[in-house]
């Protein structure tokens, strides 16, 4: 995601921020979803984990990007996810509260258009933003959308 769409994305966003981060590691999993047909959904399990050593003092925010042929649809989970940019883009919302060494999950179910062709492998990118986070080398990841 460029500079200008995360500014235009966290900029609708209002984001308590602790006192004083804590000092955490929250890590993007890469895990990719399951293969689709043309026409039909799978599920992005957007999977953070927090490898401490503190609990999360502030909130953090999951942010998915789609390709072309791709769209996310609701029901999310948790209930805090959006979908924008024609559902190619959803952003949800997690407290603050995350113990280290454990892990939260957004689901994203997706819908793959029937103009995607067999065999279409498209990478994409999740991130995790928190005014915890202290590690930039694990905040985002790519991730599969295979068309079976």
């Not at 500079?3 to 999993?29: I, K, R």
């Not at 991130?127 to 986070?133: K, L, M, T």
């Amino acid at each position: 995601m460029t500079t200008a769409a995360l500014a235009a994305v966290l900029a609708g966003t209002t984001v308590a921020a602790a006192a004083t981060p804590s000092n955490s590691d929250l890590q993007v999993v890469r895990l990719d979803p399951d293969p689709a047909g043309p026409g039909s959904d799978t599920t992005l399990h957007a999977f953070v984990a927090n490898g401490g050593p503190d609990t999360t003092a502030s909130p953090f925010t999951v942010i998915v990007e789609l390709p072309y042929g791709f769209t996310a649809h609701g029901p999310y989970f948790p209930a805090s996810c959006v979908s924008w940019l024609n559902n190619n883009m959803v952003q949800c919302a997690f407290p603050a509260g995350l113990p280290a060494l454990r892990t939260a999950t957004a689901l994203i179910p997706i819908h793959v258009d029937p103009s995607v062709p067999h065999g279409t492998k498209a990478d994409w990118h999740l991130e995790v933003f928190s005014e915890d986070h202290h590690y930039e080398s694990d905040e985002s990841t790519l991730f599969t959308l295979t068309v079976s």
